[in-house]
């Protein structure tokens, strides 16, 4: 049965993997949007979630802890801020908004339940607003920035909700990035990069559900029947 479940979440992740990247492509080459975000944030996105989804499964479905295995995703946060704060992307106004958003998404998910989210969280926080005393932009649309921050965060919410009864449901939330993308709405640029996100994050789950199915199968096949 479990087994079941998982091809079945897989399948549905498959799907949205799919029509995310087909959408990422023609954004990228149909409406130019690499002029307004350059590759390497692109590529930084890429990474970041992609740390997101192994310290996810590894903090709330891997069985078998290490401390090394911890050490080093304690130690990974760290160093990608580090190589953040190099390529400049917490100087990017649209990457501040996107790391806000995703603070107060997971916060009212109540996904911040683990001492690494804890720390990880605030230690963005900081950053944020480190480097927003340092170019002070946000004053000067903070209304808009208001209104943008919270209408992705109420379509999270709803998306999330729905996506519990099926993983298909959070097309909702890629159709209406896309469609703010193609028109160019305030901030699309960090629409962009939050569509991005699904790519690693939808790969590695997969992937991370294969491992997790090959285990059960291997544990199955390593019990001795019960005598009777």
């Given amino acids: 049965m479990k087994e079941t479940l998982i091809r079945l979440e897989n399948s549905q992740r498959a799907i949205n993997l799919l ?18 975000v350059p590759f390497k944030f692109i590529v930084w996105q890429l990474v970041h979630f992609s740390l997101i989804a192994i310290s996810d499964f590894y903090f709330d479905d891997y069985p078998h802890k290490r401390a090394s295995l911890t050490a080093a995703l304690y130690l990974s946060f760290p160093l990608f801020i580090i190589y953040s704060i190099s390529i400049g992307a917490f100087d990017e106004l649209f990457i501040r908004i996107h790391i806000i958003i995703i603070i107060i998404g997971s916060l009212l998910g109540n996904k911040i339940d683990q001492p690494f989210w804890k720390i990880l969280s605030v230690a963005y926080l900081l950053i944020v607003v480190l480097f927003e ?31 519990e009864i099926n993983r298909n449901f959070w097309i909702i939330n890629v159709a209406a990035l896309f469609i703010w993308i193609t028109f160019k709405g305030p901030f699309y640029e960090q629409s962009f990069i939050y569509l991005v996100a699904g790519i690693p994050y939808e790969s590695s ?24």
Wanted: glycine share 6%; hydrophobic share 50%.
């Fill in 19 to 36: 029509i995310q990247a087909v959408l990422i492509i023609v954004l990228l080459f149909g409406y130019g949007i690499d002029t307004a």
């Fill in 133 to 163: 005393f340092k170019n002070n932009e946000i004053q000067s649309v903070l209304m808009m920035v208001t209104l943008y921050t919270l209408g992705s965060i109420f379509l999270v919410a709803i998306t999330e909700r729905l996506s």
């Fill in 205 to 228: 789950k997969i992937l991370f559900n294969h491992l997790l199915s090959d285990q059960s199968t291997v544990n199955n096949d390593h019990q001795v029947p019960a005598s009777g």
